[in-house]
């Protein structure tokens, strides 16, 4: 008796807070739960074991990988593959010298604060003392910069994944308090209280009430989420170097990314809950071709009219590099319309490329901190690999993948739709009111459909790797391996990137292969095109 008396208190688990509990009547959980009832009984408790099983496999991945950072010994296998770069640079530059001693005209390429091939000058950032000292020398060998690098790159990384280790417990540890005390019917009921001071109902009103919850959650989700990121941005960055930020440029992001957030996730949402709410049985058809559309729109305007809020976007100037990177785009037939140049240092020294746009007005941004950090053929080489991507098809490939998971999740959601057990599990108990569309949607892609998700993302984390390989063999196919090897190395030491991660974290988390892979590979290449 007693065993059984246990079973009923710890099954099915419930909210503290619930909709009938806050008007005074039993918990649908707590009360009379039907032997087949599934999701009532269950769905508490399995989320909660999903999430900590999760977090345990996850941690123990920071662990190993937290193991690896207190290495004092300098990776063999990278420093024999960089020492061959290394080598081969040295046979270039020798060729060089030969050619000056010739009186041969030659191409001035390098030179820390000289100029490019066009003539065009490398400006200098403005950094001075720590930062100056520890800038890697574009021109030097680069064997013994990595390991001048090694112990500060461990540092940083054991300073992140210190920093996860402790974020994702108390992550981990606010979502799984939140829905035990019953955060969400509880949220969802202030909201309909607001609603009710303007004459809302939920049933008349039930998509601005929707829009109500989403603001509470959203502000809620970003008071209790800032102390993690100043932390991340102002000790961690900060300390390695690459922080740029002030605290009033961090304040004015937020504060235009909440503005955006309403300005585009509100009408986004509404259309969303209209939708489904209009599209009968099949109304995740509608949603897909819905989704789809906003996603291309978007695809178009982050570019143009958002990202440009946050960063300054000037023309690439005249000169040999822009000639170059036309060239290379022609060479490819790479509809290239427009190159900017993007001040990524304004907020971190850490670098990039990208490449958007539709159809035939494709657009190349370059940081500034790439241009500062490798020479042009290196750059050259790096866009090569960018426009491998577009030349074999990855980013037609991602998209599509991106939207039959959209499509597959909703129609997933639409079998579960009317599964008014798992809402009742979750305090939306009160069966004399109708359970929000928003709530709905909400609680199946944080239960139901999180494992999917998680195995799919790891798929598409394999897949990424992939492509990144793909793109690097097109690069090399492009006659820019040791260039594309060279400028990976600059980069990697620039953004203090881990030397010897470990290989179960790596595949696990990391979209792109590490660096000793990634040129083995190219190395492997080149040797069977020679």
């Known amino acids: 008796k007693s065993t059984t008396e246990v079973m009923d208190l710890s099954l099915p688990i419930t909210p503290r807070y619930t909709q009938l509990a806050a008007k005074g009547g039993p918990s649908a959980g707590g009360a009379d739960v039907a032997p087949d009832d599934i999701f009532t009984t269950y769905a508490v408790f399995a989320t909660i074991l999903f999430t900590l099983v999760v977090f ?15 290495e004092t010994e300098f990776p063999s296998e990278l420093k024999t593959t960089v020492g061959s770069i290394d080598a081969e640079r040295a046979k270039e530059l020798k060729e060089e010298e030969e050619k000056k001693a010739k009186g041969d005209e030659v191409e001035t390429k390098e030179g820390g604060d000289k100029m490019t091939e066009g003539g065009e000058k490398i400006t200098d950032t403005g950094d001075d003392g720590e930062d100056a000292k520890s800038k890697v020398d574009r021109n030097a060998p680069l064997l013994p910069q990595l390991q001048s690098k090694f112990e500060a790159a461990q540092s940083y990384g054991l300073d992140k994944v210190n920093f996860s280790l402790v974020s994702s417990t108390y992550s981990t540890a606010e979502g799984v308090a939140f829905l035990l005390l019953g955060f969400m019917p509880y949220v969802w009921d202030l909201s309909c209280d607001f609603g009710a001071r303007f004459g809302w109902t939920e049933a008349e009103n039930e998509i601005k009430i929707s829009l109500v919850f989403l603001a509470y959650t959203t502000l809620i989700g970003t008071v209790m989420g800032l102390p993690w990121e100043l932390y991340s941005t102002f000790s961690i960055e900060k300390k390695h170097g690459f922080n740029k930020q002030t605290i009033g440029l961090f304040v004015t992001d937020k504060i235009k990314g909440l ?43 982050v570019p143009v009219v958002i990202m440009p809020l946050f960063n300054k976007y000037e023309k690439l100037p005249e000169g040999s590099l822009k000639d170059q990177i036309y060239a290379l785009a022609g060479r490819l037939e790479f509809p290239l319309t427009k190159l900017f140049v993007m001040d990524g240092s304004k907020r971190s020294s850490h670098s990039n490329a990208f490449m958007f746009g539709f159809f035939k007005n494709k657009r190349i941004v370059l940081y500034d901190t790439l241009m500062q950090q490798v020479h042009v053929d290196e750059i050259l080489a790096i866009l090569g690999h960018e426009l491998g991507h577009w030349k074999m098809g990855h980013t037609v490939t991602n998209f599509v993948i991106s939207q039959l998971y959209m499509g597959a999740s909703f129609f997933a959601f639409s079998l579960c739709y009317n599964s008014h ?37 790891y798929a598409m984390t394999v897949h990424s790797r992939k492509c990144e390989f793909e793109a690097d063999e097109f690069s090399v196919s492009l006659g820019m391996s040791q260039k594309l090897q060279s400028g990976l190395c600059k980069i990697h030491l620039e953004n203090l990137g881990a030397m010897c991660p470990d290989p179960w974290y790596s595949t696990y988390h990391y979209s792109h292969p590490p660096l000793v892979e990634r040129l083995s590979a190219m190395m492997r290449l080149d040797k069977k095109t020679k």
């Open 56 to 70: 345990l496999f996850e941690n123990y991945l920071s662990l190993r990988q937290r193991s690896t950072f207190h």
């Open 259 to 301: 503005a955006l957030t309403a300005v585009f996730g509100g009408p986004f949402t509404a259309l969303l809950l209209k939708i489904i709410d209009m599209g009968g049985e099949k109304f995740y058809i509608y949603v897909w071709a819905f989704t789809f559309v906003f996603s291309a729109i978007m695809m178009t305007l």
């Open 421 to 457: 057990e798992l809402y009742r599990a979750f305090g939306f108990d009160d069966e004399t009111r109708s359970v929000p569309t928003i709530i709905a949607l909400l609680l199946f892609f944080s239960t139901v459909w999180e494992p999917i998700d998680k195995a799919l993302s």
